[in-house]
């Protein structure tokens, strides 16, 4: 019994401290991004205040049930990630619900969010969100590719489908993923691009073009708990790449530390890219970050 | 002993010669009155087949000469199962024709008169021990067919019949050359006596006669490149006559050659010959029937496949193979008279005859268009119809002589059969119909032959067993050479002692 | 009597005395149907033990009749989704034109797959088989519309498949002499290496026929959109899971019996995985739903054949675990097509929008169905997914898995624009009359929803009897030993680690639906799909919002290199080709009677020629 209020009390904080960690990444985001672009940007707070406002506000209307949902959707997605990606290395506290073979679970689960929001988006009866919603849908089916590749080589070359195996490993070895698998870490990395969804892989949610696509009929409630959700998504993947790749964190000041560094690739690497075309997009994942996969999955097998 | 063999001869031609006596009492009696004799052959055949088949071969001596001088018939589990089918198709097709178009008196008289030669010549081919008389018999189906072709008035249906004159006068030469080449080596013409001398012949000559049987008998047996004539008879001819042709006629071609191959010569390779030869008929004949547009043209071409299928299965030459030939000419032999006789009354009223006028008569002709849809799916071989079983039979036979390749094309063969005979049937069922084209409901006998055909199809189909045993019986028969030799020499020798 | 004979002899008595009651009555002829079919089914599961047998002879061939566990559970998909799908088919096809014949055809379809099922000998397999084919051929032209085209193709490849299979039976029966399939089964070691090989390529050829196996699938997207869709839930649920079946018995009866077993399943693995992605990619070009679902068939079979042709033990529970999930959600989702169709009066993507409000319960039957369809825990596809995943990994299939996996991923889009398409989107005033599906089409429906969503959380329920099978065809028993890469089952899913997972994916969900939101959804209101943001206007009744029209353009621009021609294309040369070489063969009959004379003379120069060749 004691476990189990331990465990969900540990859920609790993983969420608490995902919603804090995630906002104030994406407000930095706003403020470096501002900086490169020379512009003095928002305080790094900026996205606590405008949840804040959402969460406040009184919404007056909705398109139906599904619309209503939708937001449900994509926040079971977020949570349950979180909940099987460990926090911490070896860690009593944080343990969350991972079990063996929740890699594979996860890749099915991290696409069950935007399926569902997709859903949501649909029902508003806004050609913006469907249109948004297809070029989601049509990237997320780009970047998966190289992203199942790195997973499968990680489970060829650990033999393992377990995340906390894959941590245990790299604290044996003494040796990151990252540098012992490159290929698996340079495929991974890429998709990340994708996933993250800045650009040069924005054209999902335009805001000057498509009114934010997917989002543009949520106000309200509805906005924020897409907000945080997508916050506690954040952290939840750049933890996952943490674990996966740079051997996990011991504390929670390392694990900033890494998650943050992990971050910044996308958001640079965003800050200094044109937008792609969809089609664009999903060639891009299907042609240099595959390579990597395969090359990854190649040295799993033989080396 | 219930009657004798010759009864099949001597009956139906003096009731050909005697018909015109009839219609001077009552001109019905021209419709009634072949209908009776042919009952009462089958009847007569079906008795004397259970006969044979308790107490062996029944040979029969005419004039009293006996083997090898004079002329004998042969009643044997083979030849017996052959002309009880004959019979049986030639009552269906009375049945059929009894008012079919509604023949006015003058031609109906020659219309059953011929028909009446027409299974005579049949039978006798079938039933007879001597090589001329098979040719005179040869003589009389073909000259009664040249009559029957060239029924319809009209410049086709004279052309077919001249075609087919012209290639029966080819066949009768070689025959001759063949039979006179046979007597000159041997000096006898008693069809066991030769098997048993055929030994003595010298090489060539023997080779030289089989060549000109296979061009003479050939011609009647539809092979490749001999069955030009076919496609034409079949489809100018009286829709019955077209089913009296697939059902019967083809079927004592296919004998005639069989039993010179099988019996009379044992020439080496004439077996592998004889799939050869079969398999490509059965080839070209199907790919040209593809591209018809008339549906008797179509249907006569599928007879010349199914016919060279017969051959193949023939020349596979073991005992399952010769089963399976009977079991296919059975089958065949149901199957294809049912698709003419179901098929010209779908196109009764039209010009043309093509394809095209069968164009939804579904609707119009619920019972007719069933039936020819039951006979398409019967002959492409799925289950459960007679059909599978005959295919079934051809295969293993095949697979048991290890001929994989014969096995791969029949079945690629099937696959054209199929396209072409569903494209028909959907045309009648799916199609919207021509406004032209009056639909024809048939007459209650000629509904009811069909439903028999039909019947007998399905319950082959479900239940092969049925004739299974005699067409074991009856290719053991063919097989058994010296077993023939012996039955009509011994009689011989009964004579002589 | 014997209680097989007896099941057999109610459908052949049934399918007749329907066809005449529908000639005598509409309600006589729907009733007759029915009790057919539901009498059958009850016969089935009270009165036939597995073990029974029935041998008889025919035509000099021993056959036999019986019921084996791995053909009870295929039992399962036919007579569950058989009596679904004629309980649907009283509404959906009322007030149609020869209701007898369809009715008819429809009971020899699910009499020949039982057949199949119930066949333990070649040639009663072959026969039932045939029969399957003639009665779905004949509900495939049922309506009609290009007969001679979809009609002829599907006829045509089932019969290429189906003579294939008839070749190796044959052959098979001049090897041993019987067509037991046991008997098959005992002396195929001692065949010579080529028939090792050759039989089960040509068996496996009309299997994959059934089944969709690309190249042989083209004839499955214009059959499955052209029938009925009463009848195409069960062709493409029920049907082409005889393909299935009869994959898993050569897979694990004869392939394992060739030491060269590698190359045909890593040839056949693959077909079917690329079977999956290619059929994804055309299901997500698709415009009518019809098709959609047929290409998605197509696709999703591929993955079952996967798994049948990698054969592990894991992969093969997968397999035959999603062979019954497919029946069931694309069972449901031909049905709401057809709902839809009968309530709309078309099919088509971009026309019909908006009915989630019309018809709440037909969304919600197909909401499930595509969860499951795309594999999305917590509904049991995902359980089969994971499954064959892990199959493919442990096996050291990587690619294939990268494969599937594309294939599952894309799956998404067309799911979602089939929901999409139809329920969502702009309501329009066009289709602001329709109203639900009756009761009799949506109940079934909604009895798929409920096991599918059963079968996610106890996955055990079906594996059960699914592992029972299996060692019937000689695997081990799978007591949880198989499960070292995945804790997801312990025994039979009654797993100590997936219910908790799902029971926490469905405790979040109501904790933000509930508490979050369900407020919110009380204080708000409903307004229209025309009341959206755009740039502050309202926009009018006459506005076109919709967007429907080259749904996923930008996904088929990036991938159209490999969808630049279909399969289709080169059949249809081929098929030219031959059509030019008869046409051309039949001019040899000139229809001269002079040529037809000299071909005489040629053949007779020839034959003399030729003597010494031909004739010893």
């Known amino acids: 019994m004691e476990s189990l209020l331990y465990s969900i009390l540990g859920v609790l904080v993983s969420l608490i401290l995902a919603f804090t960690v995630g906002m104030t990444y994406m407000g930095l985001s706003r403020k470096i991004t501002a900086r490169i672009q020379n512009r003095i940007g928002p305080p790094f707070y900026q996205n606590f205040i405008d949840a804040m406002k959402l969460y406040s506000k009184s919404t007056g209307i909705h398109h139906g049930v599904m619309h209503h949902l939708g937001p449900a959707f994509i926040m079971v997605t977020s949570v349950m990630s979180l909940m099987i990606i460990p926090i911490l290395n070896d860690s009593a506290f944080f343990t969350n619900m991972n079990f063996h073979g929740d890699l594979i679970f996860l890749l099915y689960i991290m696409t069950f969010g935007p399926l569902g929001m997709a859903l949501g988006a649909g029902q508003t009866g806004n050609p913006n969100s469907a249109i948004g919603v297809t070029r989601g849908l049509s990237q997320m089916v780009g970047f998966e590719i190289p992203w199942v590749m790195a997973i499968i080589a990680l489970m060829i070359r650990y033999d393992t489908s377990s995340i906390v195996d894959i941590m245990n490993i790299q604290a044996d070895a003494g040796r990151w993923i990252m540098f012992s698998s490159p290929f698996t870490f340079i495929a991974a990395l890429l998709a990340m691009l994708g996933m993250f969804r800045y650009s040069p892989f924005d054209i999902v949610g335009a805001p000057t073009e498509l009114a934010s696509g997917p989002m543009s009929e949520n106000g309200g409630k509805y906005l924020f708990t897409m907000m945080s959700s997508s916050s506690i998504f954040a952290f939840a993947k750049l933890t996952l790449y943490v674990n996966l790749f740079m051997g996990g964190a011991d504390n929670l000041l390392v694990l900033i530390i890494k998650t943050f560094a992990l971050y910044m690739v996308p958001l640079l690497y965003g800050t200094v890219s044109p937008r792609y075309r969809t089609e664009q997009a999903v060639r891009y994942f299907w042609g240099w970050p595959s390579f990597f996969g395969l090359l990854a999955i190649l040295y799993a097998v033989f080396f | 002993m219930v009657g004798s063999p010759v009864l099949f001869v001597a009956i139906p031609l003096l009731t050909a010669f005697l018909i015109p006596l009839f219609a001077y009492i009552w001109k019905e009696l021209v419709r009634i009155i072949p209908g009776i004799v042919i009952l009462y052959l089958l009847v007569l055949s079906v008795s004397l087949y259970g006969q044979v ?15 090898p001088w004079g002329i004998n018939l042969v009643f044997s589990p083979f030849t017996g199962l052959l002309s009880t089918l004959m019979l049986f198709m030639a009552f269906i097709i009375w049945m059929y024709s009894y008012r079919f178009k509604n023949i006015d008196f003058e031609p109906s008289k020659k219309y059953f008169i011929l028909l009446l030669m027409l299974v005579t010549g049949s039978i006798g081919i079938v039933l007879t021990g001597d090589i001329f008389n098979q040719f005179v018999f040869i003589e009389i189906m073909s000259i009664s067919g040249y009559g029957l072709t060239a029924f319809y008035v009209g410049r086709d249906s004279a052309e077919a019949s001249f075609k087919y004159l012209i290639m029966g006068s080819i066949s009768s030469m070689f025959l001759l050359l063949a039979i006179i080449l046979i007597y000159s080596q041997l000096g006898t013409l008693n069809m066991a006596d030769i098997a048993s001398k055929a030994h ?36 100018q001819a009286p829709g019955p006559i077209g089913a009296a042709f697939s059902g019967i006629v083809v079927k004592a071609g296919i004998y005639a050659l069989i039993r010179v191959i099988y019996t009379l010569f044992d020439v080496e390779g004439s077996l592998q010959f004889l799939v050869i030869i079969g398999m490509i008929t059965l080839i070209i004949a199907e790919m040209a029937a593809i591209r018809q547009d008339k549906i008797k043209r179509m249907l006569a071409y599928s007879s010349i496949g199914q016919m060279g299928l017969v051959l193949v299965a023939f020349g596979i030459g073991t005992h399952e193979g010769v089963f399976a030939a009977l079991f ?9 008279p049912l698709l003419f006789l179901s ?17 939804g008569l579904g609707k119009f002709m619920p019972l007719t268009s069933f039936l020819f849809a039951l006979g398409a799916i019967a002959i492409v071989g799925l289950p459960p119809l007679s059909g599978f079983w005959a295919k079934w039979s051809v295969l293993t036979a095949a697979a048991n002589s290890g001929m994989l390749l014969v096995i791969g ?80 020499l011994s009689v011989a020798q009964q004579v002589t002692q | 009597m014997n209680s097989i004979v007896i099941i057999f002899l109610i459908f052949l008595a049934g399918a007749v005395l329907t066809y005449i009651g529908q000639r005598l009555s509409n309600i006589l002829g729907s009733s007759l149907f029915l009790l057919t079919i539901f009498a059958a089914t009850a016969q089935f599961y009270l009165r036939v033990n597995t073990g029974d047998i029935f041998s008889f002879s025919l035509n000099g061939l021993e056959m036999e009749w019986g019921i084996t566990p791995i053909s009870w559970l295929f039992s399962l998909i036919v007579l569950g989704l058989g009596s679904m799908a004629a309980v649907y088919s009283i509404s959906a096809m009322k007030a149609k034109e020869r209701l007898g014949y369809f009715y008819f055809n429809f009971i020899m379809g699910i009499f020949s797959m039982m057949g199949i099922l119930l066949s333990r000998d070649l040639v009663s397999f072959f026969i039932f088989w045939e029969i399957m084919t003639w009665s779905s051929y004949m509900i495939v032209i049922y309506e009609g ?265 894309a799956g998404f889009l067309y799911c979602y624009k089939f929901l999409f398409g139809f329920f969502l989107g702009q309501e329009e005033k066009e289709w602001a009359h329709v109203k639900e599906a009756p009761a009799t089409m949506v109940v079934p429906m909604l009895i798929f929803s409920v096991l599918l969503f059963v079968l996610g959380t106890f996955p055990g329920l079906l594996l059960k009897p699914i592992d029972i099978g299996m060692q019937e065809l000689g695997y081990a028993a799978s007591e949880g030993h198989y499960w070292t890469m995945s804790v997801l089952f312990n025994e039979y899913g009654n797993a100590i680690m997936l219910q908790p997972i799902l029971y926490a994916i469905i405790a979040i969900f109501l904790f933000f639906l509930v508490f979050l939101t369900a407020k919110a959804f ?4 409903y307004v229209s799909t025309k009341d959206i943001s755009s740039s502050g206007e309202v926009p009018g009744e006459f506005e076109n919002l919709s967007f429907k029209e080259n749904f996923f353009q930008p996904f088929l621009r990036a991938v159209e290199p490999v969808m630049k021609r279909q399969i289709d294309w080169y059949y249809t040369l081929v098929g030219n080709g031959m059509e030019a070489l008869f046409n051309f063969v039949r001019r040899v009959y000139t229809g001269n009677g002079q040529t037809y004379a000299i071909y005489a003379i040629v053949f007779l120069v020839i034959l003399l020629l030729l003597k010494s060749n031909l004739f010893g």
């Open chain 3, 522 to 525: 009380k204080g708000t209101r």
């Open chain 2, 200 to 235: 003595l012949m010298k090489p060539e000559f023997k080779i030289l006669a089989l060549i000109f049987f296979i061009l003479g008998l050939g011609i009647e047996a539809e092979i490749f490149p001999l069955n030009g004539w076919a496609p034409d008879v079949y489809s």
């Open chain 3, 145 to 409: 519309r290009s007969v001679q085209k979809v009609g002829i193709k599907y006829f045509l490849f089932s019969a290429i498949g189906a003579y294939a299979m008839l070749m190796a039976i044959v052959i098979i029966y001049s090897q041993v002499h019987s067509v037991l399939i046991e008997d098959l089964v005992y002396s195929f070691s001692s065949f010579t290496l080529a028939y090792k090989i050759w039989l089960p390529i040509l068996l496996l050829t009309g299997f994959g026929v059934k089944a969709g196996m690309m190249p042989l699938h083209v004839w499955a997207p214009g059959a499955y959109s052209h029938s009925p869709m009463a009848y195409s839930s069960l062709f493409s649920g029920a049907l082409s899971k005889m393909g299935v079946y009869g994959m898993v018995l050569v897979f694990s009866m004869l392939i394992t019996q060739i030491p060269e077993h590698l190359l045909i399943r890593e040839v056949i693995a693959w077909l079917g995985a690329l079977t999956a992605a290619i059929g994804t990619l055309w299901a997500i070009a698709q415009d009518d739903a019809k098709k959609l679902l047929a290409y998605s068939s197509v696709a999703q079979l591929g993955y079952i054949i996967t798994g049948v042709a990698v054969g592990t033990e894991l992969a093969m529970l997968a397999a035959i675990f999603l062979a019954v999930l497919h029946a069931l959600f694309k069972g449901t989702l031909f049905m709401v097509v057809g709902a839809i169709e009968k309530q709309t009066g078309t099919t088509n993507l971009t026309e019909v929008t908006g009915l989630i409000r019309k018809m709440p319960w037909t969304f919600i039957a197909a909401l499930m169905s595509i969860i499951a369809l795309a594999g999305i825990p917590p509904l049991g596809g995902f359980v089969g997914k994971w499954m064959l995943y892990e199959a493919l990994i442990a096996s050291d299939h990587y690619i294939l898995v990268v494969l599937i996996f594309f294939a599952s991923t």
């Open chain 2, 409 to 488: 094309l029949v079945l690629a063969i099937s696959i054209v059969e199929i396209v072409y005979y569903f494209r028909v049937v959907n045309r009648i069922y799916f199609f919207k119909k021509e406004e032209s084209v009056v639909p024809k409901i048939p007459t209650i006998n000629a509904k009811f032959a069909m439903v028999i055909l039909a019947v007998i199809i399905v319950a082959i189909g479900f239940y092969p067993d049925l004739i299974t045993s005699y067409l074991h019986e009856a290719s053991e028969t063919l097989l058994d050479k010296g077993n023939y030799i012996q039955n009509i």
């Open chain 2, 328 to 336: 296919l000419m059975v089958s065949h032999a149901l199957i294809k």
């Open chain 2, 343 to 359: 098929g010209s009354y779908l196109v009764f009223n039209s010009t043309e005859k093509s394809i095209k006028e069968l164009n």
């Open chain 2, 53 to 67: 088949l308790r107490e062996g071969t029944i040979v029969e001596q005419i004039a009293g000469w006996a083997p």
